[in-house]
């Protein structure tokens, strides 16, 4: 399987416009991060309501777009304990909501729980303006993105048996073992490069290497 030019394009002009804000608002911290996070809410959100309501996509849009922000405000401001509530309230919200209007309460009340958590540590991570904390979220999305980068790099020019062909038909074996090594080196050189804390280059390592979590979401997430 070779890698596909046009596609390749795309993602790298994606990564040029997207990549530089991300960074930015990530080292500002405090009110730059949490426009950020609900920036990518929002996105998220609607591109899960794509998904699983294509035909009420605005609908199941703002239904998960409540739940996520409102967590997501929540945890910027310190209250942890709140955030989470929220998550629990806003996906039952959703799924009323989304009942309400001849869809699927579940897939609205499960898109806040998937997208939410994640959103909600990250912010917790990021912990405002702390410099250990912005070091951590530049850790998990260089693995993130090593993992992805290198996963579809390897996956697309080596090729193999299909991984799991009945949630991800597109994904490889190679590409999988790919994403971990990489992942597993971008965590290692973060560590060693960077202050961060009691975290070890080996834990670094090996942090990033089981589970296998980018690589996971990505599985998950491309299953339509």
């Known amino acids: 399987m070779a890698v596909r030019g046009r596609d390749i394009g795309l993602r790298a002009a994606s990564a040029v416009v997207l990549a530089p804000a991300a960074v930015a608002a990530t080292w ?16 998220l959100a609607f591109e899960w309501a794509a998904m699983s309501a294509p035909h009420a996509r605005r609908l199941m849009g703002g239904a998960v777009t409540f739940g996520l922000v409102a967590s997501v405000v929540s945890a910027h401001f310190g209250a942890m304990a709140v955030a989470f509530i929220m998550l629990v ?33 990250l912010i917790w991570l990021r912990d405002v303006d702390s410099t250990v904390g912005l070091h951590w979220t530049v850790l998990v999305f260089a693995v ?8 579809y790099l390897v996956g697309s020019t080596v090729g193999g048996p299909k991984l799991w062909p009945r949630f991800s038909p597109n994904k490889t074996w190679s590409g999988f073992v790919g994403g971990i090594v990489a992942g597993a080196v971008a965590g290692a050189v973060m560590a060693a490069w960077v202050d961060m804390g ?23 997430g491309s299953r339509r």
């Not at 500002?28 to 996105?43: N, Q």
């Not at 609205?108 to 939410?116: E, I, K, P």
């Not at 993130?144 to 996963?151: E, G, M, N, R, T």
């Open 144 to 151: 993130a993105w090593s993992a992805d980068i290198l996963a």
């Open 28 to 43: 500002a911290g405090g009110v730059w991060f949490l426009a950020l996070m609900v920036a990518a809410c929002v996105v």
């Open 89 to 121: 309230f806003g996906a039952a919200a959703a799924g009323v909501y989304a009942r309400s209007r001849g869809q699927q309460a579940l897939d609205a009340a499960y898109g806040v729980l998937y997208l939410g958590w994640p959103a909600v540590l």
């Open 198 to 220: 009691r975290l070890t280059v080996f834990w670094a390592r090996s942090w990033a290497w089981p589970p296998p979590w980018p690589r996971w979401g990505a599985i998950c």
